[in-house]
RNA sequence: GGAGAGGUGGCUGAGUGGUCGAAAGCACCGGAUUGCUAAUUCGGCGUAGGAAGAAAUUCUUACCGCAGGUUCAAAUCCUGUCCUCUCCGCCA
């Protein structure tokens, strides 16, 4: 959510944002009904301040006095009552609009109506592959090695869900450890959080869980959701908080499984693991002063780049355009890995992302920071970044590292965690 | 899941209808003082919003887990809810 007072003194400002990040928005409606609130409030307090007054004499006043007293104190209270309630109902009007705002945009970020628009900014280390065979996709890398049930996964849970198997069970923790262990030694705490948030932690972070088309999947007469991605919980881990100025940046990575329901995502065809309704994911998120959260933006990117390049895939960064930017982000990063078996001759896919989403998930978040012997508090920036999304990564190992005989070569990064060389062999 | 207790400022902890944004202590900040030194003393010290001012600042509203209610007036009474602790039950 954008500052009120922000989006009031720069309304042009935030309707050109809103334009290029393709999200219309009731800005000329926003800045009608908030000035409009402001006098009501200004009104309300005026009605409380005389109030207030009238009560404060009652103790005092002689006993003959106190029944007109009350009298004048219950008018006013009434005509606080009125006026509040239209400020009330003006401020709701104005949320659902603000909720509607997206985040403004980094002034680097490339202008455009969706990924086509999306801008390349660097390779990874490692080169395409070329096969001197034909490539196979991890689906059949997987029945080859019995890695991947499908089928057992309709059973259980329906279309969209899956078992890992034998090595790639393996290859799941090894990722796991592979990714928490290199972020410790960055100063990340490692965080395992629960599967689930409420309603009030999602919508901080921005999802809009129970709508028509949510991504996100609700218990039934709770108001528990599954969650999406640790991004929820690891944000929501300090709502309400005030950090110490001295303790940040704070990073932390979380632990989770990430439950999607792809509504909408019917139409976007892809095979196996690319796209499932549960994935276990490591991710990584971070609290900082305002000044600080560009420099760790940079710093997330640069992790994700070390860790794909440490498991030998093919990638490439993109600066992602603003009309394919979430609502919350200010500026984001995704990386698309190599995958030789999408399409017919591979395709990139995107297998992290991250944003740096300033102060606009801090703000509904309530997250401040207070600095040692400074007055008041400021909302923090928070940031998020994937590590290494389980399901996707896997895509990315099994089909670049595949032999001509089918095995998988297991890149060396991963050895000690997997204990073997090669997958199949 | 059942029974009980409790949620107050950075911390400890008073406060059961008006004089309470809230005692006291600790911590912290500023000044003074100091041969007995983890001392003494004076003062300051919450957050958010609004108004005025160039600014220091001043005025004002809200906030005592959260949401409602009663009342001219609520930290204080009532209802709901969340959380914490203790005991019991169940259990990986």
Redesign the pocket.
Same mark, same amino acid.
């Given at each position: 959510m954008l500052?009120?007072?922000f989006v009031l003194e720069n309304a042009e400002l935030v309707k050109a944002n809103c334009t290029h990040r393709g999200t219309p928005a009731e800005i000329d409606k926003f800045v009608e009904l908030e000035l409009l609130r #402001?006098t009501k %409030?200004?009104q309300?307090?005026?009605f *409380?301040?005389q109030?207030?007054?009238?009560?404060?004499?009652?103790?005092a006043a002689a006993p003959a006095e106190?029944e007109a007293?009350?009298?004048?104190?219950?008018k %006013?209270?009434e005509q606080k009552e009125a006026v509040q309630s239209e400020h009330d109902a003006l401020d709701k009007e104005i949320a659902a609009i603000l909720t509607r705002v997206p985040n403004m945009t980094h002034p680097a970020a490339p202008i455009g109506r969706d990924d086509q628009a999306n801008l390349e900014i660097a390779r990874g280390k490692t080169a395409i592959p070329t096969f001197d065979f034909q490539a196979k996709d991890h689906l059949q890398l997987g029945k080859l090695h019995d890695m991947i049930d499908f089928e057992a996964g309709a059973r259980v849970a329906g279309a969209g869900f899956y078992f890992l198997k034998n090595d790639a069970v393996l290859l799941e923790l090894a990722l796991q450890q592979f990714a928490v262990h290199l972020l410790i030694k960055h100063g990340f705490v490692p965080v395992s959080t629960p599967d689930v948030a409420n309603t009030e932690t999602l919508h901080g972070i921005g999802f809009i869980p129970r709508g028509p088309e949510t991504q996100i999947y609700s218990i039934e007469n709770t108001d528990l959701n599954l969650v999406a991605t640790a991004e929820i919980t690891l944000g929501g881990m300090y709502a309400g908080q005030?950090l110490e100025a001295e303790n940040l940046p704070l990073k932390l990575v979380g632990i989770s499984h990430c439950f999607r329901t792809e509504a909408g995502a019917a139409g976007r065809a892809s095979k196996g693991l690319y796209r499932v309704h549960q994935f276990t994911k490591i991710e990584m998120f971070a609290f900082t002063l305002p000044n600080q959260s560009d420099a760790v933006h940079e710093e997330l990117r640069q992790l994700e780049c070390d860790l794909f390049d440490a498991l030998e895939i093919p990638y490439r960064v993109v600066d992602t355009a603003t009309g394919d930017l979430g609502g919350p982000a200010y500026r984001k990063y995704d990386l698309e890995a190599w995958m030789p078996g999408r399409g017919t001759a591979g395709e990139w896919g995107e297998v992290t992302s991250t944003s740096n989403c300033t102060d606009y998930q801090a703000r509904r978040l309530n997250i401040?920071s207070?600095t040692? *012997?400074e #007055?008041?508090?400021?909302l923090v920036h928070t940031l998020n970044g994937t590590a290494i999304a389980i399901s996707r990564a896997i895509i990315a190992v099994m089909e670049n590292h595949q032999l001509a005989d089918g095995t998988i070569r297991v890149p060396a990064a991963l050895r000690p965690w997997m204990g073997k060389e090669f997958i199949g062999k």
């Open positions: 500052d009120r007072k #402001k %409030l200004s309300a307090e005026e *409380n301040r109030a207030n007054a009238t009560s404060a004499k009652i103790g106190r007293i009350k009298e004048q104190g219950r %006013l209270r005030v401040r207070r040692k *012997n #007055k008041g508090t400021q």
